[in-house]
């Protein structure tokens, strides 16, 4: 197994009375697709939420691993004045969302373009001025977004809205948007959420080929079974805000807590 890319240490989390995430640890592996599944209400999104700086937890932390040393996502959160998830988006982390949020009545390539402006450096005195530094970054920046259309099969749909691209698309367009930040960790939140069989299909091998063509690191929350089972190298379940079965899609499918948590019985039901 290569290096962790992402460690998650004891993490709590509490809105109030609701402890939503309890005392959960696991790590994410460079290079691979890691998947995060329970069943509604287990913890999930929150979990995702905490490591892509949109929470700080409540207790524990989360660790970015790098050469130059561990980035402290919550620290990153925190940090004043500066500090949010704009931050974490640039330390290498980048998701996409359970409800798709594009800007919809932006063209297809401003998208992505947007979403580069946000993780560049460059200021408005920069942009003003049409520095050469500027315009290098603005050309880089159209070159990424053609580059990653081009892989998510979306080259000819440049310039359509993005509102009006077909469903499956415009979850393309997401990974797209999250990919031209050049993440180190793509989140990906349900992406197989409102699609068709094919599309699917399509979303498992773009997913697959993102690892396998770009050496990318994937985390992902998915309630389609067949689909997590099929791409995952490394599976995390939560219950009720804690991690009850952690290893290979073989080693959690023939798990009981996991059987027992999806069917609603216990334990000792399952094994019975
Ligand atoms: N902002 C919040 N305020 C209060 N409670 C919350 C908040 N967000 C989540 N919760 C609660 O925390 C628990 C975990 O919710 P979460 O959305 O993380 O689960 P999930 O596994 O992603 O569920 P689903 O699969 O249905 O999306 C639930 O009991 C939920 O009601």
Same mark, same amino acid.
């Given at each position: 197994?290569?290096? =962790?890319i992402l460690e998650v240490q004891? +993490?709590?989390?509490?809105?109030?009375?609701?402890?939503?995430?309890?005392?959960v640890s696991f790590s994410v592996e460079e290079g691979a697709i890691t998947a995060l599944i329970g069943p509604n209400g287990a913890g999930k999104t929150t979990m995702f939420n905490c490591?892509?700086?949109f929470y700080r937890a409540s207790e524990g932390r989360i660790l970015l691993k790098g050469d130059g040393g561990d980035e402290d996502i919550g620290d990153l959160v925190t940090r =004043?004045?500066?500090?949010?998830?704009?931050? +974490?988006?640039r330390?290498?982390?980048?998701?996409?969302?359970q409800n798709i949020r594009l800007f919809k009545e932006m063209s +297809?390539?401003?998208n992505l373009l947007v979403a580069q402006h946000r993780a560049t450096r460059n200021g408005i005195l920069s942009g003003v001025l049409r520095t050469s530094a500027f315009r290098r970054a603005e050309r880089e920046a159209i070159d990424r977004a053609y580059y990653w259309l081009a892989q998510m099969g979306l080259v000819e749909d440049a310039n359509r809205l993005a509102g009006e691209l077909p469903y499956g698309r415009q979850r393309r367009l997401e990974i797209a948007r999250a990919m031209c930040t050049s993440p180190r960790l793509i989140c990906l939140d349900e992406p197989a959420a409102g699609l068709n069989p094919s599309e699917t299909r399509e979303l498992a091998q773009v997913i697959q080929r993102l690892c396998s063509d770009h050496d990318q690191t994937v985390l992902v929350i998915e309630h389609d079974m067949g689909l997590v089972m099929r791409i995952s190298d490394h599976i995390v379940v939560l219950d009720h805000g804690?991690?009850?079965?952690d290893g290979t899609p073989e080693h959690v499918a023939n798990d009981a807590a996991v059987v027992a948590a999806y069917l609603g019985v216990s334990e000792e039901e399952v094994q019975a």
């Open positions: 197994m290569s290096a =962790p004891n +993490v709590t989390m509490r809105f109030g009375g609701i402890v939503a995430n309890r005392n490591i892509t700086g =004043p004045i500066s500090g949010g998830s704009h931050l +974490v988006t330390a290498g982390i980048a998701r996409t969302f +297809v390539v401003e804690e991690v009850i079965s």
